[in-house]
């Protein structure tokens, strides 16, 4: 059941981007989270997910010998709900703040990086993707106000009205 958990429904299972996978995988309930309940569920869930799995990577790693088993995307979950959290509430800020989340989480600058580096079990494992997710939609927030200001977002629909 751990495992079930922590790889996301055995998204990360795959073999090629399992990173990229369990992300994409968060998506779909992400979508309807923001449709349905709205930004601030969304926001308090990868809160949640943050805390408790902690715990359960913590009890994984033990299991399993392996830290930051590339398989485990629980943590990619918790991010990307932070960042579309933070600016996802249209289709472009959406699809905007899943890119710019993979950047953070694959390339992992400044701050993200000495987290992942120097922060050990389950802590460090689900803190550098909310520092990625966190970072993710401001950087989305920016780039869209900017976008706004010099009226190059006119076509965006809001998640509301999709579908």
């Known amino acids: 059941m ?3 958990y922590v790889t996301f429904f055995y998204s990360g299972c795959v073999k090629k981007a399992p990173g990229t996978f369990g992300t994409l995988a968060a998506l779909i309930p992400a979508f309807f989270i923001l449709k349905y309940l709205g930004i601030t ?3 308090l869930l990868s809160f949640l997910i ?3 799995s902690i715990k359960i990577i913590d009890e994984y790693e033990k299991q399993s010998g392996i830290h930051d088993d590339k398989h485990v995307v629980i943590d990619e979950v918790a991010g990307v709900f932070l960042a579309l959290a933070i600016c996802g509430n249209t ?6 703040s899943f890119i710019l989340f993979r950047i953070f989480d694959i390339t992992k600058p400044s701050i993200i990086g000495k987290i992942d580096k120097k922060t ?3 802590l460090g494992v689900m803190l550098d993707d909310m520092l ?3 970072f993710a939609g401001l950087l989305c927030a920016i780039i869209y106000g900017v976008m706004m200001k010099f009226d190059f977002v006119d076509w965006d629909v809001s998640l509301q009205n999709l579908f």
């Open 120 to 122: 050990k079990g389950g």
């Open 41 to 43: 569920t969304l926001f």
């Open 50 to 52: 943050f805390f408790v």
């Open 132 to 134: 990625a997710g966190a």
């Open 91 to 96: 289709l472009f800020t959406f699809i905007l």
């Open 2 to 4: 751990i495992k079930f």
